[in-house]
């Protein structure tokens, strides 16, 4: 079945970087557009980040554009979020998850467990 | 970018009861919106997707409708494990935005 495992969170001071894993089974990763979305302790979700089918198209909200960086390996079935820069707004859990589109088919039919990152000094 | 707006933000519901939340969209996203539940600790679930389609596996008693900028989440009869947080998405545009959520309480 679709498993989706994020890894990589832990505790990080202001400025520096981080990067996050999500170990992807089940599916073929490059048959899906794959996202990133977090949310902060006790706060709603917000997308930061998507990758499409060929890795040819990478999206951000501006929000992070700049800072936040999405990445796969197809061979090792793994998506990445490299984090830099990091603020204390940063803090959050990371889910990575699964669209069959950036828009329209838009909806995120599989999530992973998420990674918690912490950004404090 | 598209403003996603919930009401309410909470609500306190019985068992049985019949329950609507909604969802306001800043402009018009045709009928890509989408409907997730997420209990405390959890992941967020897929409930309905494309304003009224139900995920496969989810109970009959979600049902969703809606379009344009207007949307309803509706269960028909609450149960136990129904007690979560829900969110709507829009999968109109780029940046995807999610509303503020709301908690269903006992």
Known sequence: QVQLVESGGGLVQPGRSLRLSCAASGFTLNSYVMHWVRQAPGKGLEWVAAISYDENYKYYPDSVKGRLTISRDISNKTLYLQLNSLRAEDTAVYYCARTIAVAGRGWFDHWGQGTLVTVSS | ?106
């Open chain 2, 1 to 106: 970018d598209i403003q996603m707006t919930q009401s309410p933000s909470s609500l306190s519901a019985s068992v049985g009861d019949r329950v609507t939340i909604t969802c306001r969209a800043s402009q018009s996203i045709s009928t890509y919106l989408n409907w997730y539940q997420q209990k405390p600790g959890r992941a967020p679930y897929l409930l309905i997707y494309a304003a009224s389609s139900l995920q496969s596996g989810v109970p009959s008693r979600f049902s969703g409708s809606g379009s344009g900028t207007d949307f309803t989440l509706t269960i028909s009869s609450l149960q136990a494990e129904d007690f979560a947080t829900y969110f709507c998405q829009q999968s109109y545009s780029t940046p995807l935005t999610f509303g503020g959520g709301t908690k269903v309480e006992i």
